[in-house]
């Protein structure tokens, strides 16, 4: 088996930056994924400068902070940042145009950013839950030939098409459940322990400051998702299963 551990929202608070950085270091974290509207995007990013093996990816956000692109109206609430109601919102006024347009943004400033392109795409609350998102998604990842993580949330009113860029071949994406490593072994049979198959293993890794309590209702669990990948329990059954840590770097190319 072939596992990518990957850490959401890097970039989110200077907090949450440091305990993807102790993932990778301590732990067995082998992949992140970057929030680059975010105020503390480029502290994440010479985090990844000092730590230059960390595979990162781009974590497309509509949802929360303020857009990229100042031109981005539909999507927005009154006070300037993103309306994370939007992905509930089965009206017209949404203007898929500005969605593009706003995840295109954050694509080139990841590029103006760093110099480089992502290794992933993937989406922060699942930009496909809107009708059209999915599209948007593929689109990006075809135009510059990048994976992206199986899009969980695909509006079920929206015929689904086929993707034509460089699939991602997991089979399979799970999040951390709980402080009981055993819980997260658990979600793995023994027929997919023993298969060439890839997948991968989700959490939200980070440390508690102000400014993330300000940010997310997702804090206490950020600090048992560290405990989880920095757990020698865990890197002992990694050992054991013969897994192979990979990042989306080492994906195969079609």
């Known amino acids: 088996m072939k596992l990518i551990i990957n850490g959401d929202d890097f970039g989110i608070s200077r907090a949450c ?20 509207n975010m105020p503390h995007a480029e ?8 730590n230059p093996k960390l595979s990162v990816g781009l974590h497309l956000n509509i949802t929360l902070g303020y857009p990229v692109n100042k031109r981005t109206k ?10 994370k109601a939007i992905l509930n919102d089965s009206s017209n006024h949404i203007k898929l145009v500005e969605i593009a347009q706003e995840c295109q943004a954050q694509v080139d400033r990841f590029i103006q950013l760093t110099g ?3 290794d992933h795409i993937n989406s922060h609350h699942g930009i496909e839950a ?8 593929q689109e990006l990842a075809n135009r510059y030939d990048l994976p992206i993580r199986q899009l969980t949330f695909v509006n079920k009113n929206e015929c689904f098409k086929e993707i034509i860029h460089r699939t ?9 459940p709980s402080k009981n490593i055993a819980d997260t072994i658990n979600l793995f049979s023994q027929e997919e322990l023993n298969s060439d198959g890839y997948f991968e293993l989700i959490g939200h890794p980070g440390y508690i400051d102000y400014e993330l309590t300000q940010l997310s209702s997702l804090t206490i669990g950020r600090c048992i998702d560290i405990q989880c990948f920095c757990a020698e329990e865990l890197k002992n059954w990694i050992k ?15």
């Open 17 to 36: 930056n440091l305990g993807i950085i102790d993932c990778f270091n301590h732990g067995v974290l082998t992949s992140t994924s970057i929030m680059i």
């Open 43 to 50: 502290d994440a990013i010479k985090l990844w400068e000092a």
């Open 74 to 83: 539909s999507i927005l609430k009154e006070d300037g940042t993103f309306n």
């Open 116 to 118: 480089k392109i992502p």
């Open 130 to 137: 809107i009708y059209g998102g999915s599209q948007i998604i």
């Open 168 to 176: 991602i071949p997991i089979q399979k994406m799970l999040t951390v």
């Open 240 to 254: 054991q299963n013969h897994i192979e840590l990979i990042s989306y770097k080492d994906l195969p190319q079609k």
